[in-house]
C-alpha cells in the first residue's frame, strides 16, 4: 500500500476525481485496518482482505474506464497483492518493508537505465504529448538548432526523475520499519498498516509530487531558453 503517485503529465491527463481516488485507495482501507480488525468484528484477515480490496477495485476500474494499462498501474495492483500475502501468510514484517521500498525503487532504476537508451522515460512520465506540444516545441528546436542541448537536459531531467522515486523508496522503507512493528495477521499489525497508509501521503507521495512538479518547470524553463517559447505556447492547447 505503498504510494506511487503519478507524475504530474500523467496525474493531469487522467480523468476523474482525485479526492475519490485517495479517500477509495488510501482512507477507506486505512479506516477498515485500524477500526475493523478486531476478533469482535471482521478479525485481522478478514478487515486486511476488505481493506486491500479496496486500491484493487480502484485499480481494475480505472484499466477499464481508460482501455489502458500501464506498467506503474500493474506494480501498483502487485505491490497491493504483495501487502495482502504478507499479512495472510504471517511474514515477517521487515519484508513489507522491503516490498514498499521495492516499487518505486524498480521504478526508479527503469528511469534511470533508460537514460542509455534512444528514448529516455522522461519522455513518458514528464515530457510528453499529454501535457506538452511535442511536436511544436521539436519543430521550434530544429529552427534554432538547439535539438542536442534539449536532448542534452532531458538527460539529466531522467537522472532528477530517478531521484524522486529514489526518495521514495527510501522514505518507504523507513517509514514502514518505523511504524509496522507487530507480527503480521494480528490486529496490532492491522493497526499499524492503517497508520502507515495514512502518512505515507504527506510524508512520501505529496513531497514527491512536489518534486516532479518542479522538475517539470525547470525542463520546460530549458525548452523555454532553447526554443524561445513561452509556457503557454508549450503547453498542449496553448
Do not use: H
Not at 12 to 36: C, D, F, H, W, Y
Not at 73 to 87: D, E, M, N, P
Amino acid at each position: 500500500m505503498d504510494p506511487a503517485p503519478a507524475p504530474p503529465a500523467q496525474a493531469s491527463a487522467a480523468k476523474g476525481n482525485p479526492l475519490l481516488e485517495i479517500g477509495i485507495t488510501i482512507l477507506v482501507p486505512a479506516i477498515v485496518l485500524m477500526q475493523l480488525s478486531s476478533a469482535e468484528r471482521l478479525g485481522p484477515a478478514g478487515a486486511l482482505v476488505l481493506a486491500l480490496a479496496f486500491p484493487l477495485f480502484w485499480g481494475v476500474r480505472e484499466a477499464v474506464t481508460r482501455r489502458k494499462v500501464s506498467g506503474i498501474a500493474i506494480l501498483g495492483v502487485v505491490s497491493t497483492l504483495l501487502t495482502g500475502g504478507i499479512g495472510l501468510l504471517k511474514v515477517d514484517p521487515f519484508w513489507l518493508a522491503v516490498k514498499e521500498a521495492g516499487v518505486p525503487l524498480l521504478i526508479g532504476l527503469a528511469v534511470l537505465g533508460s537514460n542509455w537508451t534512444r528514448w529516455p522515460l522522461i519522455r513518458i512520465l514528464v515530457f510528453n504529448p499529454n501535457l506538452f506540444d511535442v511536436e511544436r516545441i521539436e519543430q521550434a528546436l530544429q529552427q534554432r538548432g538547439t535539438q542536442v542541448a534539449f536532448e542534452l537536459r532531458l538527460r539529466t531531467g531522467t537522472w532528477l526523475l530517478a531521484c524522486t522515486f529514489f526518495f521514495s523508496a527510501t522514505m518507504n522503507y523507513v517509514l514502514a520499519r518505523w511504524i509496522v512493528t507487530s507480527p503480521a495477521g494480528t490486529e496490532a499489525f492491522n493497526a499499524e498498516l492503517g497508520r502507515l497508509t495514512l502518512l505515507s501521503y504527506p510524508a512520501i507521495a505529496l513531497p514527491s509530487m512536489v518534486m516532479m512538479v518542479a522538475l517539470m518547470f525547470w525542463l520546460a524553463r530549458g525548452a523555454r531558453q532553447l526554443t524561445g517559447m513561452d509556457l503557454g505556447q508549450m503547453l498542449r492547447g496553448g
